[in-house]
């Protein structure tokens, strides 16, 4: 007779043909693997036929499903409607221009008889009903799911989209290449409202060219067009004549220029004494294992101060110590003295005058090698891991943020380290850096450590203290954190950071 463990494994086998995307169907297992897995902990329902998959060990549920939530979406809806179904047009500018927040509730219309609300996991949910009349004729797949076209949903969402959600409804204006479409459908459907809604949206925003394009040409075709502006207050930054590939590069952009204020408001200005060098390098490298106690803890590491001292003085050796050699917390220690090192080098150059944000750009990568390296060596990851830039969906724990997919990467980085450069606010650099690095999440693992390492080597550029963000706080730390990046506040942010450089 089969072993508990034994017959566990052969659910495990089971439940890994059936997943697709981490989404199983109960059509798919048996009743009996159905039970055991869930029983386990390896299964959560979402509804009734459908659950995800999580490792019991390693995350939450919340964390677990916020990473599979679109991944689900896009089977449940195909297997339901095919492709008869469509987000509301809200839903729709939110996910084309890279929304990275899972909703409370999405909006679906169909054209099949109904209307439903279903209970998802965590309090989100669909409410599905049927569109008569004004399904729209095309739609677009984004992360799988059918949305309307860009040009057609900023036709649809009303006014008061553009003041509740400015940031979205600028970079889906400054999405739109060629207005074409967008004139073509203002015409088709003699929508002069709106048309003046547009113009005045795209004028406001700098673009006077598609402004003027839109008036005169429905003026020409004998509409009587007003021009309006449905923003009504001004929108930080401007539509830029360079049209973005990316949804996230603009995103990004907004986001920078809305929080820069929260942030200036708040923190004092910079020292405006001399800094010692050396007085400041020795006073870092004192803090080193009070840093690295709270940072590694932080990231649940059980690195003790013990621990982190045996590191820094060379006692630690995993070729002679077998409980060094399989203890994953000192791997991380030791990982994390390498990267100190050379953090430490990089705050030094930067307090002789180097330039603080084309360096950080250049080594902090070499700051994430130095973090897996040991590990790396260990056999506990793979070599992959120090290849850079994460190559595969990652989720933060608990959050619903979402962050960026792979393929954004290279432009998302490029334009952080683009704003760091442009920003003349050292305060701002480190507060904002530290955030928007954490919100994009480039690596697979790191990005807490590595988002503080970047914090504080923009504080030193300005003469603040190093800052230690202590583990006693991390409850407000991380809830500062999801609060900037779900609803863009920065303001509990910058507080908790400005206490924990306080409490020194």
Request: hydrophobic share 40%.
């Amino acid at each position: 007779m089969s072993t508990p463990a034994e017959k566990l494994a052969a659910a495990l086998e089971k439940m890994h043909t059936a997943q697709n995307e981490g989404i199983v169907r109960s059509t798919s297992l048996s009743r009996t693997y159905l039970t055991r897995l869930t029983q386990a902990g390896f299964l959560q329902e979402i509804i009734r036929g459908w659950y995800f998959v999580k490792n019991p060990t390693l995350y939450a549920g919340s964390t677990a499903w916020y990473g599979y939530y679109w991944g689900f979406l896009r089977q449940y809806l195909t297997a339901r409607f095919g492709e008869d179904y469509c987000l509301l047009p809200e839903s729709s500018l939110h996910l084309l221009t890279g929304s990275t927040v899972v909703p409370r509730q999405l909006a679906i219309m169909r054209r099949s008889p109904g209307q439903q609300v279903l209970s998802l996991c965590l309090d989100t949910s669909l409410f599905i009903y049927q569109e008569r009349g004004n399904f729209p004729e095309r739609t677009v797949q984004i992360n799988g799911v059918r949305v309307m076209e860009l040009s057609e949903a900023l036709l649809r969402v009303p006014e008061s989209f553009f003041r509740s959600n400015p940031e979205d409804s600028v970079i889906a204006l400054r999405m739109i290449h060629n207005p074409t479409s967008l004139i073509s459908s203002l015409l088709e459907n003699g929508r002069s409202v709106v048309g003046g809604r547009l113009a005045g949206a795209f004028r406001h925003l700098g673009d006077a060219l598609t402004a003027d394009r839109i008036v005169k040409t429905m003026q020409s075709a004998g509409y009587d067009i007003r021009e309006s502006d449905p923003f009504k207050t001004p929108i930080a930054g401007s539509l830029s004549a360079a049209r973005p590939l990316s949804p996230y590069v603009p995103r990004l952009q907004g986001m920078w220029a809305n929080m820069r204020g929260a942030v200036l408001e708040t923190f004092p200005a910079p020292p405006s004494e001399t800094l010692d060098t050396n007085a400041y390098l020795a006073e870092l490298e004192e803090k080193y294992v009070q840093d690295a106690y709270h940072s590694l803890s932080i990231e649940g590491y059980q690195a003790t101060p013990t621990l982190i001292e045996r590191v820094r003085k060379g006692l630690w050796n995993p070729g002679s110590d077998p409980a060094d050699r399989e203890t994953t917390d000192a791997l991380a220690a030791r990982g994390y003295w390498e990267a100190f090192r050379l953090v430490k080098e990089c705050v030094r150059d930067i307090l002789n005058g180097a330039e603080t944000t084309p360096l950080v750009r250049r080594v902090h990568h070499e700051w994430h090698r130095a973090l897996f390296s040991p590990s790396v060596q260990a056999g506990l990851l793979t070599p992959a891991t120090l290849a850079g830039y994460r190559q595969t969906p990652v989720y933060i724990r608990g959050s619903r943020h979402v962050p960026l997919p792979s393929h954004a990467l290279p432009d998302a980085m490029d334009t952080l380290f683009d704003l760091l450069a442009q920003e003349e606010s050292p305060v701002v650099r480190a507060i904002l850096g530290h955030f928007v690095f954490v919100f994009i999440h480039p690596y697979s693992d790191g990005n807490g450590r590595i988002g503080r390492f970047l914090m504080n080597a923009m504080f030193a550029s300005g003469g603040y203290p190093w800052t230690i963000v202590h583990l006693e706080n991390r409850m407000r730390y991380m809830e500062a954190l999801e609060e900037a990046s779900v609803h863009h506040n920065i303001r509990p942010f910058v507080a908790c950071i400005l206490d924990e450089m306080s409490a020194g």
